[in-house]
């Protein structure tokens, strides 16, 4: 058996696809560079759709595909992540339709939707949060200097203090799988994680910079600017733009972003909604 973290994952080194697409061929290199005629493939949650993909890509590599707690890509109205990668989905458009077929995605789990235009959710949904956000992409990045602290790579061994702190701070939808999607990097100070911040959606020429967020114990001391301008930099350095999401009403965050070279693009309605159905219930252990 062999257990394979896609690039810039885990103890994996280069650089983190950026699509479904692209972690499946780093599976297929991966699989060509070990001489390997035919397998049984196993993939779960997101590798459940990265083993679907290179099952697509090279149908004569692929004996058996084994799949478990995924399910396809998505449909003609709507794609959404895992949820314990993160809450936001998307949907073709605002009719029932759409948002009928994302019920059948989430299947229960909340849903974090940008927005191009307010929306009327359609019976059968409850709004959970709604606001406008403000996107801002940053062309002309301002560099800030490190000041001598020292600026850690985070990973999966990180996760639980990675959720805790976004918990604490609420700077949008983390997941105990958030930090798959992308680099992610905190300041530790008295062996806590005492800030942090990483990427999230990628849009082709573009990446998010989200989970910005410092422990109410170490706010002041311009952590969160520093690590803004960390994470730019490396998305600069692939040749993308960075972009970010942050609520009209955070005035003193948009000021911050500002003073990093963000400039605003445009203004949307963002979302969290979920079905009134309830999930299945599931039955405890011994019971049939």
Known sequence: MILFNNAGIASSSGEPANTIVEMASHVIAFLDALGLEEIDLFGFSMGGFIAQQVTLDRPHLIRRLILAGTGPQGGEDMLAYPPEVTALAGVKNHGADAFAALARVTKGDVAALFCYEPVSIPTGWKTIH??????????????????????????????????????????????????????????????????????????????????????????????????????????????????????????????VYEKLGFTTRAIFPFLFCVTNRRKPRRDRPGQT
């Open 130 to 255: 709604t606001s406008n956000l403000v996107q801002m992409v940053c062309e002309t990045p301002q560099t800030v200097s490190s000041d001598g602290v020292v600026i850690d790579e985070l990973s999966v061994a990180d996760s639980g203090e990675m959720v805790a702190l976004t918990k604490l701070t609420n700077p949008g939808p983390f997941g105990a799988r958030t930090q798959e999607l992308g680099l992610y990097v905190g300041i530790h100070q008295q062996g806590r994680l005492a800030a942090m911040a990483g990427e999230r959606q990628k849009l082709p020429g573009y990446t998010e910079v989200s989970a910005v967020c410092t422990h109410p114990d170490f706010q002041g001391r311009g952590y969160a600017r520093i690590l803004i301008s960390a994470v730019v930099q490396k998305i600069v350095e692939r040749g993308e733009i960075p972009m970010l999401h942050v609520r009209e009403d955070n005035a003193g965050a948009i000021r």
